[in-house]
């Protein structure tokens, strides 16, 4: 089983959708969870920290699922200005940053 | 503002040549800096992790006679690609983690580089 699985999508959706991805991690140890947005040709920028709680910023809602080790985010209202590849990432046991492969997100007029 | 600073941010060169790649940490003095490559819709992809003072730690797979990494100050870790061939053609980006353990990690701006 690949240590982080991601659907790479494309989704596309209408303005105003709501739209929810998932990623799931193979290794139980895992911690640290994040969402990241990476725009095409640019680096990844933190979107945000995904607590054990849930959390929530605006529009994304993030949520982590560790006895189905999985995490998910959650847009809300979708703007044109959210197209972009989404990144679930996070520490693995032996301290290293771990990307999934992202989920592009392609929200249209 | 930035906390990595990273440059070039493009770089075209020709096949059998060598391009070096700076990432300057701006915010905090990095022990540690990540060096990623990522191939088109593809993930970011681990190659070496950076320790100053000591040798780098290369992933399996990744050269360490042709991804050469020096940390030879608190504040700079540079890659060099060394006879570059176009299948080196990639995004590369360093990353530092936050000061404290487990937090979020801190990108340069990226490199892209095209061998021709």
């Known amino acids: 089983r690949k240590e982080v699985e991601q659907d790479p999508g494309p989704f596309n959706v209408p303005e105003g959708a709501t739209v929810a991805f998932n990623c799931t991690y193979s290794?139980?140890?895992?911690?640290?969870f994040f969402w990241y947005r990476q725009d095409c040709r640019k680096e990844p920028k933190l979107l945000m920290s995904?607590?054990?709680s849930g959390n929530e910023d605006g529009r994304f809602t993030a949520q982590l699922n560790r006895a189905s080790q999985y995490i998910s985010l959650l847009i809300r209202d979708s703007k044109l200005s959210d197209s972009a590849t989404y990144l679930c990432v996070f520490y693995n046991q032996g301290g290293k940053l771990i990307f999934g492969q992202g989920t592009e997100l392609s929200v249209k007029p | 503002g930035a906390v990595v600073s990273q440059h070039p941010s493009w770089v075209i060169c020709k096949s059998g040549t060598s391009v070096k790649i700076e990432c300057r940490s701006l915010?905090?003095?990095?022990?540690?800096m990540f060096w990623y490559r990522q191939f088109p819709k593809q993930s970011l992809m681990l190659m070496a992790t950076?320790?100053?003072?000591?040798?780098?730690?290369?992933e399996q797979g990744v050269e360490k006679d042709k991804f050469l990494i020096n940390h030879a100050s608190l504040t700079l870790s540079t890659l060099t690609v060394t006879s570059a061939h176009p299948e080196d053609s990639s995004f590369y980006i360093c990353s530092e983690r936050g000061p404290l353990s487990n937090t979020e990690a801190f990108f340069g701006q990226g490199t892209r580089l095209t061998v021709v």
């Open positions: 995904v607590y054990s």
């Open positions: 950076s320790n100053e003072g000591s040798k780098a730690t290369y």
């Open positions: 915010d905090f003095q990095a022990t540690t």
């Open positions: 290794n139980s140890a895992s911690q640290s």
